[in-house]
């Protein structure tokens, strides 16, 4: 069977977007564990205990500055898939809190936050590997590691702290789970990665092959 170039693109933007679904899930894993949460997640939290809206609200609000500061300091326009992520995690976000609630027990919520963590790694992997764009938060990192001539692991690390101090400021919730979180999503999101761009990467190239020999 013949797989056309429309077909590819169509696969690779729904892995896309069920990536970022996937995402979005493990991120409110994490948030309704209450145990702390993500740098980003507590200043969401904090923005939305402080001004009110939702937290994926918030989430779209400040993908939206990064971006657009992004756009500023390169003179380019982000990829398409930065938008969509702009708009679609937030959404997201804010559908997976109305349904899910919280453990009632501390084993619940430590076993939540794990799989949050796994879940969000794996969401991660899965949305980058078609290379559809990358998120707000690493188009700015991009940007800024451009202009400044910094690592972007040193970009985002200083990122993370920064809007760490300001979550925990606003009143956003910082425990154990923001600890275990940082020190435990970029070797996971790394794994995570590593398979899902392997996998996507032999399943253009096998459509690509049946394409040529048609």
């Known amino acids: ?17 069920i990536g970022l679904i996937i995402m979005s899930l493990g991120i409110s894993l994490t948030i309704l564990a209450d145990l702390g949460s993500a740098p980003w997640d507590v200043l969401h939290i904090g923005l939305t205990n402080q001004f009110g809206l939702t937290i994926g609200t918030w ?4 993908g939206f500055i990064t971006l657009i500061t992004a756009t500023m300091l390169t003179k380019e326009w ?8 702009m708009i679609l995690v ?3 976000v804010d559908i997976h809190l109305f349904i ?17 963590i796994l879940i969000m ?34 970009i985002r690390g200083l990122m993370e702290i920064v809007v760490l101090a300001f979550g ?24 995570c990665l590593v398979l899902c761009q392997t996998w996507m990467d032999r399943r253009m190239e096998r459509g690509i092959s049946v394409e040529n020999i048609h």
């Open 1 to 17: 069977m013949k797989t056309s170039v429309p077909d590819q693109k169509f696969f690779r933007w729904s892995v896309y977007i």
């Open 59 to 62: 989430t779209i609000i400040m």
């Open 78 to 85: 982000p990829k398409a898939g930065a938008y969509l992520n």
């Open 90 to 92: 937030g959404v997201f």
């Open 100 to 116: 899910l609630t919280t453990p009632g027990t501390l084993i619940g919520q430590g076993f939540m936050l794990v799989a949050g």
């Open 121 to 154: 790694g794996f969401g991660i992997g899965l949305y980058i590997s078609p290379r559809c764009g990358a998120g707000p938060r690493d188009s700015f990192m991009l940007a800024v590691s451009e202009k400044t001539g910094m690592t972007a692991s040193r």
């Open 168 to 191: 925990w400021y606003l009143g956003g919730p910082v425990f154990i789970g923001t600890i275990i979180f940082s020190l435990t999503i970029g070797p996971v999101t790394g794994h």
